[in-house]
């Protein structure tokens, strides 16, 4: 019941935010929610893998990158007029959203299943350390690549279109990435009640249960970090646009942490309360930053206080609900 | 003498020097009930797991209705139809009790990636799922959180899925680990009843149970099977006696 409130409320809150923005004069804070959604929908992707897989990824900064460096990437090329590649075939460069954005998805779906393959073969620490591992190897092949800013980053030179309407301003992109949280978290609330949702939870409390009932434990954990990563691609997408800049930073360790971070202070396995982890972290960095160079001192230990204390995070203080237990 | 369902042939597994089964055979022929009784440390919980494929066998084989699955894994031989109840029990403690058995069911008809229909609405598994509780004197307590069951409970709902997984061969190590004496006796009633549909290797302590259901009882001791045969012979078998038995049958 109050889950059912609490959901309502802040997509309330998130629908009326660009109409209370405008009435303000504050219409440049669209841009910082934009931010956060994107941010959010990134979190509510990787507590797929961590809150209901059980799998820590220490590499989810290598999908948001891949994805956005595929956006940035492909609207680079359409302003130079350039071809992303020449042979054997010519792929040129695009704005259109409709291409750039599932490309994102696809890149960062791909990087996540060879990597997921190779990684899910271990457990525990091994796999946060593999996971980190494959996501630094990502990180330093972008900084290895001049033509796209190594580690100047990449300046995007215009933003996607949609079905041919630009986005211009902060609004279209605001309603853009409000709508692809919104279906994500609607698709992953109903897989993870479904067959697969229950093999995956299963699998997370009892390995060895789960192998003696004959399910395909490994199978099932790729298809979801997998799915996970091509999701944070396309969080990637909307950070490109959103920053008109895409920096290698996002693909760094630091950003694979603050996500974690995210959907830990949210509530893992709860997919809404990474999004309410994701907006209240950034929030607080914005605000504290805002006060004292010195923002990381007051913010670290309130952080760790939060999850010494409420185990569930966030969405637990919001609705007294646990995560998947 | 009908093929056997499941066949263990000279199967040993060393832990460094130390032979926890060396060189077993034993046949499980369909709808008997086959006891393997022994000492702790005899190396029954070790033939178990070998015919689980949660441990490979340093050699022997282990033949699944004719075929050799001695290189398959635990999940690829339960998908085959071996299934198994565990010593220490082995539940998924988050999930609701029914959601438990429905994940058998579910693992047995290997689908397992539908993704819009609620698990608990799917009505194929969600029969096997509920027939299997009901089996098992469970169907009162199929919403609760599979961690607030009594320990007697916990055991009554290894052996719901266990049967929600309808296997061709039953695993059972030591089912009444634990129980006290009104639920051993439910849980051998109840394992009666299943004598004759499913072939069942028994591994138990508790010797009632054990003469109570067995057709075949097979005695382990140091790894080695020192007799099988029927429970009247085994009764009689000197070095059993010796070895085991003794107590039991003299007191």
Known sequence: MRERVAVLAVAVLLIAAPFVLEALDEAFLLSVLTRMLAYALAAAALDLVLGYGGMVSFGHGAFLGTGAYVAGVLLHHRAEATPVIASPFRIGGTAEGLVAWPAAAAASGLLALAIGAVSLRTRGVHFIMITLAFAQMVFFLVLALPQYGGTDGLMVPDRNVLAGFPLRGDAPLYWVALVLVALFLAVARTAMAARFGLALRGARMNERRALALGLPVYRLRLAAFTLSGAVTGLAGAILANQASFVSPDLLSWQRSGELLVMVILGGKGTLFGPVLGAIFLLAAEEELAALTEHWMLILGPALLLLVLFSRGGLWRLVTGRCGDA | ?251
């Open chain 2, 1 to 251: 003498m009908p093929e056997p369902v499941l066949e263990a042939r000279g199967l040993t597994r060393r832990f460094g020097a130390l032979a926890a089964a060396e060189d077993i055979s034993l046949a499980l022929r369909p709808g008997e009930c086959h006891a393997v009784i022994g000492p702790n440390g005899a190396g029954k919980s070790t033939l178990v797991a070998m015919l689980a494929g949660e441990q490979r066998p340093d050699s022997g084989t282990v033949l699944l209705g004719g075929e050799d699955v001695t290189r398959l894994g635990a999940a690829a031989r339960a998908r085959l139809g071996i299934a198994r109840s565990f010593q220490i029990t082995q539940l998924c403690r988050g999930l609701s009790v029914r959601e438990n058995v429905l994940l058998a069911a579910q693992g047995a008809s290997g689908r397992s990636f539908g993704l819009l229909r609620p698990a608990g609405r799917d009505p194929a598994r969600g029969g096997v799922a509920d027939a299997a509780l009901t089996a098992a004197g469970l169907a009162a307590r199929a919403a609760l959180p599979a961690a607030l069951l009594s320990h007697g409970e916990q055991r009554q709902l290894e052996l719901a899925i266990a049967l929600a997984q309808a296997p061709r061969a039953l695993l059972l190590d030591e089912p009444a680990a634990g129980l006290g004496p009104a639920e051993t006796e439910a849980l051998a009633a109840r394992l009666g009843a299943l004598k004759g549909q499913v072939a069942m290797l028994l591994v138990e302590h508790d010797m009632d149970t054990v003469f109570a259901l067995a057709d075949r009882i097979t005695v382990l001791a140091e790894g080695r099977v020192i007799a099988s045969a029927t429970p009247e012979a085994i009764r009689a078998d000197r070095r059993v006696r010796e070895a085991y038995l003794g107590d039991v049958v003299d007191g």
